[in-house]
């Protein structure tokens, strides 16, 4: 099982926990105590020293280098989202070259609150090819059921490779909503040669709670992090990210089910080895 840590979004700074990482540094620490926690992936969204969000090439290396720095060998997967709408095609297309393995592709456009969440198809097929020639394993958002229909067409026009690492985002806004029930359905869309994990964003801690158990026991994969979620308990609120990534890597040993390392997941997901 792959246990992504997602330790910062693109929220305000604070706005759901006074634990959350927003900081260059603060965001690395973060990244990399999760890492020895059990995490494989971490995911990071790029934070300026003022705390606020940024889709600047720059400060996306600044952070890497950071957790780079410490000998982390965790995949790290660069978020390429609208960064609250602040954020054009070009600022998005060019987190591609950061030099990272993962990078967010989210696979259509939603309604997001009351602003459009503008993933059109020809930035899509631009921003796809962009991380073919860059040698970047796309991680497949689906944010909406019909989503799949693109991923079902960029699999046919060799835009994405198996193995595919598809993610499903459940509680955004104008997306999928908070029913494990569609989850199966989802699944059973997927194209073979796919891992897939859950993406769960809520305050509620059951739901949270029965989501990531439905993808840890049918063969899925599990994301926690203070981007989706904020507590390890119901109303107690998480003291850091790697205490969420602990009660993962807990959980695993309990149920005996091997937690992968980041070669491990490297290998599943079809990613060469970092040099």
Not at 103 to 111: F, Y
Request: proline share 6%; net charge negative; glycine share 8%.
């Amino acid at each position: 099982m792959i246990i992504c840590a997602a330790v910062t979004g693109g929220a305000p700074a604070r706005a759901k926990t006074p634990h959350h990482p927003v900081t260059p540094q603060a965001v690395a620490d973060d990244a990399v105590a999760c890492w020895r926690a059990g995490a494989a992936i971490v995911h990071i969204h790029a934070r300026l020293a003022d705390e606020t969000t940024s889709s600047d090439i720059a400060a996306y290396r600044d952070t890497v280098d950071r957790i780079r720095a410490t000998g982390c060998d965790a995949v790290l997967s660069l978020s390429a989202g609208d960064d609250g709408g602040h954020a054009n095609h070009e600022q998005r297309l060019r987190v591609a070259e950061v030099g990272e393995e993962l990078v967010s592709l989210d696979l259509g456009p939603i309604n997001l609150g009351a602003r459009l969440y503008d993933n059109r198809p020809s930035y899509l097929r631009e921003m796809a090819v962009r991380m073919q020639k860059l040698g970047v394993k796309p991680e497949i958002d689906v944010l909406d059921t019909g989503h799949l229909d693109m991923l079902a067409a960029f699999v046919k026009e060799g835009l994405v490779k198996p193995p595919y690492h598809v993610q499903l985002v459940f509680g955004v806004p104008g997306g999928i909503p908070l029913d494990v029930r569609m989850l199966p359905i989802l699944v059973s869309r997927l194209p073979p040669e796919s891992e897939w994990s859950v993406s769960c964003q809520t305050s509620d801690f059951e739901t949270f709670l029965r989501f990531q158990m439905a993808a840890f026991t049918d063969g899925g994969h599990v994301r926690t992090g203070m981007e989706d979620h904020v507590y390890v308990r119901p109303g107690e609120l998480a003291r850091n990210n790697a205490e969420m990534v602990e009660q993962w890597s807990a959980t695993a040993r309990t149920f005996g089910r091997p937690v992968a390392t980041p070669a491990a997941a490297r290998r599943m997901l079809g990613i060469t080895a970092r040099q």
